[in-house]
């Protein structure tokens, strides 16, 4: 294999590896603002005394 075809691999791959960080990054994104929809649904739900009721903190 030439240098240049070698090289052009290792972009290739080096491209896909940031392709599966960025992946990584928008789910661990997705899974923060998932917690924090959870976190405002139980501050919801301890705003009318729900969570309270149930014995969990708000």
């Known amino acids: 294999m030439t240098v240049a075809a070698?090289?052009?691999?290792?972009?290739?791959?080096?491209?896909?590896?940031?392709?599966?960080?960025l992946r990584g990054a928008s789910l661990r994104g997705a899974?923060?603002?998932?917690?924090?929809?959870r976190g405002?649904?139980?501050r919801?739900?301890?705003g009318c005394g729900w969570v309270r009721g149930h014995g969990l903190r708000p």
């Open 31 to 37: 899974s923060l603002r998932g917690a924090s929809l």
């Open 6 to 21: 070698s090289l052009r691999g290792a972009s290739l791959r080096g491209a896909s590896l940031r392709g599966a960080s």
């Open 40 to 42: 405002a649904s139980l």
């Open 44 to 46: 919801g739900a301890g």
